[in-house]
């Protein structure tokens, strides 16, 4: 039986089905032309969000401790200027004046390790807050002191506070911080501090003249203002973790000292406690007199050398976070040792200045670098206070030894010398960086429980 063949369209209806499947045709490749488009950019997208997520915004929780350290800072800045005229006005002399000065500091060096360990028992957040409130009390009775064993007891007493918010707020940080953006964390905590550090003495020599006992009160009021700040804003953050998985043993000092990193964060803390919180602010502001004969020229290298920090610590925290720790610290070391090294040879005023800046420089660098470097061998989750108080401790250290060896130097052989000592000690604290693990990116090696 022959086929039957299929009725054939109408010549006007060919032509219309002729062009709708023309029109389907063209909407189909327009289709497939935008799925190649959105295709070809999603790596660019990709990678956009690699990079913000590499580089995410400083957490709100910090940018509070920010804020705090800046107001500690500023109230610390209040009591420096006039607290050695105050002890006098107990009829002691300028060696018994300078105890007053130096109790606060003792205190802070003598209490670290055990503030450490309080920070692993007890947690972050009420360490730092115990810490804050303690030196409010300190302050407020230093203030209302009728004795100078009083005034001496109290200070002591501020010490030990000093050193518990410090040590738990290194904590905090490290707890808080992306890995990612430690050094910027560092550098923003750090700049706070030496901000605030710079504004505190000019009003504290405005509220002196009310009397000498008012910066101490305003002092305690500020601590107060930032505890009270600190604990509502941090009330909700969670410092733990949430139990879901196996619990990390707090990690021990010894632990942290078989990496080569940590060791290489101690030698360069005690340099920089002895070199910018030691030498630069008690040595070199006599040097300066020595050199130019005026009293104003102490305080304008002082101001060099902080704004030279202040100016560094805005790239050095992302350059630590982008090039690494390591090659950060080395660098800033060797400016360290250049800049107070060479201006016990200086002459002249200009080059006094110019040296004093510099010195700032070396320290803007070092800080980031050796805070981030800590930061990652604890870790964020593992507590590790006697960890960070160790490091605090040989930081304090150097800047308690530092000023009384090189004075020894500076009145046997000259301050020339005296420099040139401080000069090597930074030098030498780059022998442990040379052989020293970069941590930037690296895991923190596990420590379970039990």
């Known amino acids: 039986m022959a086929a039957r063949r299929r009725p054939r369209l109408p010549r006007p209806a060919r032509a219309a089905a002729r062009a709708l499947a023309a029109v389907d045709v063209l909407r189909r490749g327009r289709a497939r032309a935008a799925g190649r488009a959105r295709g070809a950019g999603r790596p660019h997208l990709s990678a956009r969000t690699a990079r913000e997520a590499a580089r995410p915004p400083i957490p709100a929780e910090i940018k509070v401790l920010v804020g705090s350290a800046f107001v500690i800072a500023i109230g610390f800045g209040l009591v420096a200027p006039v607290l050695p005229a105050y002890a006098r006005s107990f009829d002691v002399g300028v060696a018994a004046a300078s105890v007053v000065v130096s109790a606060f500091a003792f205190f802070r060096l003598v209490f670290a390790p055990a503030g450490g360990a309080l920070v692993s028992r007890l947690g972050e957040r009420p360490v730092y807050l115990t810490g804050l409130l303690l030196v409010a009390a300190s302050s407020l009775a230093t203030a209302f002191a009728q004795s100078y064993a009083q005034l001496l007891v109290f200070r002591g007493l501020g010490g030990i506070g000093s050193?518990?918010?410090?040590?738990?707020?290194?904590?905090?940080?490290?707890?808080?911080?992306?890995?990612?953006?430690?050094?910027?964390?560092?550098?923003?905590?750090?700049?706070?501090?030496?901000?605030?550090?710079?504004?505190?003495?000019?009003?504290?020599?405005?509220?002196?003249?009310?009397?000498?006992?008012?910066?101490?009160?305003?002092?305690?009021?500020?601590?107060?203002?930032?505890?009270?700040?600190?604990?509502?804003?941090?009330?909700?953050?969670?410092?733990?973790?949430?139990?879901?998985?196996?619990?990390?043993?707090?990690?021990?000092?010894?632990?942290?000292?078989?990496?080569?990193?940590?060791?290489?964060?101690?030698?360069?803390?005690?340099?920089?406690?002895?070199?910018?919180?030691?030498?630069?602010?008690?040595?070199?502001?006599?040097?300066?007199?020595?050199?130019?004969?005026?009293?104003?020229?102490?305080?304008?290298?002082?101001?060099?050398?902080?704004?030279?920090?202040?100016?560094?610590?805005?790239?050095?925290?992302?350059?630590?976070?982008?090039?690494?720790?390591?090659?950060?610290?080395?660098?800033?070391?060797?400016?360290?040792?250049?800049?107070?090294?060479?201006?016990?040879?200086?002459?002249?005023?200009?080059?006094?200045?110019?040296?004093?800046?510099?010195?700032?420089?070396?320290?803007?660098?070092?800080?980031?670098?050796?805070?981030?470097?800590?930061?990652?061998?604890?870790?964020?989750?593992?507590?590790?206070?006697?960890?960070?108080?160790?490091?605090?401790?040989?930081?304090?250290?150097?800047?308690?030894?530092?000023?009384?060896?090189?004075?020894?130097?500076?009145?046997?052989?000259g301050f020339g010398y005296a420099f040139g000592v401080t000069a090597l000690v930074s030098l030498l604290a780059v022998l442990p960086w040379l052989v020293a693990t970069e941590t930037l990116g690296e895991e923190p090696r596990p420590g379970l429980a039990g």
């Open 163 to 413: 050193t518990m918010f410090t040590v738990s707020a290194m904590a905090l940080l490290v707890r808080l911080a992306p890995p990612t953006i430690r050094g910027r964390v560092s550098s923003a905590y750090a700049s706070s501090f030496l901000i605030g550090g710079m504004l505190g003495p000019v009003l504290g020599g405005l509220l002196a003249g009310l009397g000498l006992r008012v910066p101490f009160i305003a002092y305690a009021v500020a601590l107060v203002v930032a505890a009270t700040v600190v604990g509502v804003r941090l009330s909700s953050a969670r410092l733990r973790p949430d139990g879901s998985g196996p619990v990390k043993a707090p990690m021990r000092v010894r632990e942290a000292l078989g990496h080569s990193a940590y060791r290489a964060a101690l030698a360069s803390g005690f340099a920089n406690g002895w070199c910018n919180f030691g030498v630069r602010v008690a040595v070199l502001p006599q040097f300066a007199v020595v050199v130019h004969d005026d009293t104003w020229v102490a305080g304008v290298a002082l101001a060099l050398a902080a704004l030279g920090t202040a100016l560094t610590l805005q790239v050095a925290g992302r350059v630590a976070d982008s090039v690494g720790r390591r090659p950060l610290v080395l660098v800033g070391l060797v400016v360290t040792a250049l800049g107070l090294g060479l201006i016990g040879l200086s002459g002249d005023l200009v080059t006094l200045l110019a040296l004093s800046a510099l010195s700032g420089v070396g320290a803007g660098l070092v800080n980031p670098g050796q805070q981030a470097t800590v930061a990652d061998v604890v870790g964020s989750d593992r507590a590790g206070g006697t960890v960070l108080g160790t490091f605090q401790m040989a930081q304090d250290g150097g800047a308690i030894l530092g000023p009384v060896l090189v004075g020894l130097v500076a009145d046997r052989w």
